[in-house]
């Protein structure tokens, strides 16, 4: 009887440790009541950096060995000031833009901010902020043929090179063009400057800066311009940082940097205050 009274209660005791080891196991997976997951501006705030995808687009992000952060240009000035905001610093690495979504939503980058177009796409797969800047996309040819291509009509026949991914790239399949597509903006004016492509399609501000009198590309016009659109910026769908985006673009506007900066780089004329 002693023996078989043991036996009951070892068995009993092991049943017991089970269950405790069991709830011990189960408290550590669970949450604690009242705390919440890491919200994505708490993520940025707490590496203390905030990492912008970027191609390389004069006006708005281009390279300069004279900056620290290797990178200037209107909205890689505005990325720096809203670094500062947050209290982090800024990094900014260069991405295919047609792979954007995929980059946020692998925390690679924590925004896209590139003279980003606020269409249909972004807005439904992004966090986007309000619209910064006024654009539009433009057809861009050699300077001796620009008399032959004022009209949509007319610019069917052309070949085009445009940014993958890119606003410009959606108008060029939405009219049916013949087109290649290219790494960015800045490969599209090369494929025309070699004859490699008749046109291409790049964003106004773009063109603005690079092409005509002046400019890198002094034997370029654009044309036509295919249609209107606003410039935003992109973050993780549902991140805080878009809110605060709008607050700190709302403070710099009524301080006069936004300005600021925007007529340092001559695009102020595109900006929405």
Do not use: H
């Amino acid at each position: 009887m002693k023996k078989i009274i043991a036996l009951l209660l070892s068995i009993s005791m092991i049943f017991l440790l089970c269950a405790c080891g069991g709830g011990k196991a189960a408290d550590k997976e669970a949450p604690i009541e009242g705390e919440s997951a890491e919200s994505d501006l708490e993520y940025v705030q707490g590496k203390g950096k905030m990492v912008v995808g970027i191609t390389e687009f004069n006006p708005l992000d281009y390279r300069s060995a004279d900056d620290p952060t290797g990178w200037i240009g209107f909205d890689a000035d505005m990325a720096k000031a809203f670094a500062d905001f947050l209290g982090v610093e800024v990094e900014f690495v260069e991405i295919d833009w047609d792979n954007k979504i995929m980059e946020l939503d692998a925390k690679s980058v924590d925004a896209v901010w590139n003279g980003m177009t606020l269409t249909p796409e972004a807005l439904n797969a992004m966090e986007c902020s309000k619209s910064y800047a006024n654009n539009a996309q433009v057809v861009v040819v050699n300077s001796d043929v620009a008399d032959k291509y004022q009209d949509e009509e007319s610019i069917k026949e052309l070949n085009f090179a445009v940014e993958a991914g890119s606003a410009g790239e959606a108008e060029a399949k939405a009219r049916e063009l013949n087109y290649t597509s290219v790494l960015t903006q800045a490969d599209a004016l090369m494929e025309v400057a070699s004859g490699t492509s008749d046109a291409c399609i790049i964003d106004l501000l773009m063109a603005g800066a690079m092409i005509g009198e002046g400019t890198s590309y002094p034997e370029m016009s654009y044309t036509v311009k295919l249609n209107s659109e606003e410039y935003g910026v992109g973050f993780r769908k549902g991140s805080e940082l878009a809110a605060k985006f709008n607050e700190f673009l709302d403070t710099a506007a009524a301080e006069g940097q936004v300005l600021e900066i925007a007529e340092k780089y001559g695009v102020q004329e595109s900006v929405i205050e």
